[in-house]
């Protein structure tokens, strides 16, 4: 199956490299985003200090990021569910730009939960950010546990950018711990055009298709698949609101 014009090329992430798409981000977010906003110098410092741990440089990029901070804002969420922290730069983009929000961002690596602790601390948001490492499977239903017992708000915005073949079981427990109108971002959905070759069999590559037919036959959402391109690849979300009767 032919992607388009651009080849694609594994180099460690899913990338489609595009210089206008990088530059156009450039721009953007230089303007609308510049270095004099108060969250920049936390930001930046998250990007730097995940390098130099080592960490993989597969963050959502600035402008996605503060897309679903803005989602956040318009929608009044107070309470937040992340799956996926790695060094914390999306999280430090949803709390910040969010005062009102408190953030729950759930990592499996205890060397990423490490690194985001210090990025989250540096940005001074460790009073609002809530980092639990584990399985993601294990502290979502525990988490759902806590919500069902009362010792937990549900959430108003979910963020799922973790290991790809858990995409459905995590939005599945995700609306189960939504509230009314609560929306759903799944990251990496499109991976390239990746998610229609119906020759590739391998189970991070299937993860989308299973995701898409499966949060097609649910009744409890409303749901579309955004493609984008970036500085960070031709990819795109899966975005969901929770029906106000479901």
């Not at 759903?184 to 299937?206: A, F, M």
Request: a negative charge; charged letters at 20%; hydrophobic letters at 40%.
């Amino acid at each position: 199956m032919s992607t388009g014009n651009f080849k694609f090329e594994n180099k460690g992430h899913n990338w489609v490299q595009n210089d206008v798409w990088t530059a156009v981000d450039g721009y953007t977010m230089g303007q609308l985003h510049p270095s004099s906003k108060p969250n920049a110098s936390a930001l930046q410092n998250a990007l730097d200090a995940s390098k130099a741990a080592g960490l993989p440089d597969i963050s959502a990029s600035p402008a996605q990021s503060k897309f679903m901070a803005l989602q956040c804002r318009v929608l009044g969420v107070t309470h937040a569910l992340e799956v996926g922290t790695l060094g914390g730069y999306s999280a430090i983009w949803l709390a910040s730009e969010n005062p009102q929000m408190k953030l729950t961002t759930v990592e499996f690596d205890p060397h990423h939960v490490e690194v985001a602790r210090k990025n989250i601390e540096y940005a001074g948001l460790s009073d609002r950010i809530e980092v639990i490492q584990g399985s993601g499977l294990e502290v979502l239903n525990q988490l759902k546990k806590e919500i069902e017992e009362g010792k937990r708000p549900k959430f108003g915005f979910f963020f799922i950018d973790a290991d790809k073949p858990n995409n459905l079981n995590y939005f599945n427990l995700a609306v189960e711990m939504a509230l009314p109108k609560a929306m759903i971002c799944v990251d990496n959905v499109v991976r390239g055009g990746r998610l229609i070759d119906q020759s590739l069999t391998e189970p991070r590559e299937t993860a989308g298709r299973i995701l898409v037919e499966g949060v097609a036959k649910d009744t409890r959402v409303e749901s579309v698949v955004m493609q984008t391109v970036g500085e960070k690849s031709y990819d795109g979300c899966l975005w969901a609101i929770l029906k106000t009767d479901a």
